[in-house]
């Protein structure tokens, strides 16, 4: 399944990119993208765990970029 979710208070590009290759190393994610332009995250995961992997990329992402919020 691959979904596109809108990034809040992305501030530092290079945190886009730590952020991507992070999600990009949790079990079932396919393929993910940050993009610090148009503050969006693209994540290709499989279908039967997606909630569980959002889960993750939330932990991760906070870990990265405390302020930044995924609009679910």
Excluded: H, Y
Aim: charged share 40%; proline share 1%.
């Amino acid at each position: 399944m691959k979904k596109k979710f809108k990034l809040q208070d992305l501030d530092c590009a290079n945190c886009a990119a730590k952020m991507e290759e992070a999600i990009k190393k949790i079990d079932g994610v396919n393929d993910a993208t940050v993009s610090f332009m148009t503050q969006k995250l693209t994540i290709d995961a499989a279908d039967d765990r997606f909630e569980v992997i959002m889960d993750e990329v939330e932990k991760v992402c906070a870990k990265v970029e405390p302020d930044t919020k995924i609009l679910r």
